[in-house]
């Protein structure tokens, strides 16, 4: 099993309605929870990070987490065609494994 | 504040030859990173540092080289350039600390292709 996965996508998404994207990981001791979003031909940049069981919210973004399933997902309402691009999942396990892992992205593509 | 910032933007190099990506950062960040994305692919680590003097090896180490000896500073090499090294590298730094905040700041990357 790989260490963070995704669904590599497309995911169309109409303009306006709720983007959900999904991730899971397969250390049970992971700590830290990121989300980035990268647009083509640049580098990633940081939506959200998350670290403790539940929702976290910040303007149109919603982080997910749940330590109990190994499940992290991201929400984006409202979706705009500026939300086009590849959502990469990262997991950081912390303690001496201290680095972060980063799964292969979902492409997310809001059709106008 | 300029962030991470990576030379060159981009390169072509010829089978066997060797070159240095450089990678610095104005953050004051223990952490510094580098990946590669092939194309389609997500991140893979290569190398990263907890701190100057400090380095340890990712999933994809082979063929690359690195060093730390400045908080600013964390050079990639590499010796004997290979097609597989065709890529685009990222270099990335964070701050751990006792809060434990670890967000990674990329650079905008170097595109890589060995002929």
């Known amino acids: 099993q790989k260490e963070v996965e995704q669904n590599s996508g497309p995911l169309s998404v109409p303009e306006g309605a709720i983007a959900s994207l999904n991730c899971t990981y397969s250390d049970r001791v992971s700590q830290s929870f990121f989300w980035y979003r990268q647009y083509s031909g640049k580098s990633p940049e940081l939506i959200m990070s998350?670290?403790?069981?539940g929702d976290k919210e910040d303007g149109r973004f919603t982080a997910q987490l749940n330590k109990a399933s190994q499940y992290v997902s991201l929400l984006i309402r409202d979706s705009q065609p500026s939300d086009s691009a590849t959502y990469l999942c990262a997991v950081n396990k912390g303690g001496r494994d201290d680095k972060i892992i980063f799964g292969k992205g979902t492409r997310l593509h809001i059709l106008p | 504040n300029a962030g991470v910032t990576q030379t060159p933007k981009f390169r072509i190099l010829k089978i066997g030859q060797s070159m240095t990506l450089q990678c610095t950062q104005d953050m004051n960040h223990n952490y510094m990173y580098w990946y590669r994305q092939d194309p389609g692919m997500g991140l893979k680590l290569i190398y990263y540092s907890v701190g100057a003097g400090i380095t340890d090896k990712g999933e994809v180490p082979n063929g690359y080289n690195v060093s730390r000896s400045t908080t600013e500073d964390f050079p990639l090499r590499l010796e004997l350039a290979a097609p597989s090294q065709t890529s685009v590298y990222f270099c990335?730094?964070?701050?751990?600390?006792?809060?434990?905040?670890?967000?990674?700041?990329f650079g905008p990357g170097t595109r890589l292709t060995v002929l």
């Open positions: 998350i670290y403790s069981n």
């Open positions: 990335a730094s964070s701050y751990q600390g006792p809060t434990n905040t670890d967000t990674q700041y």
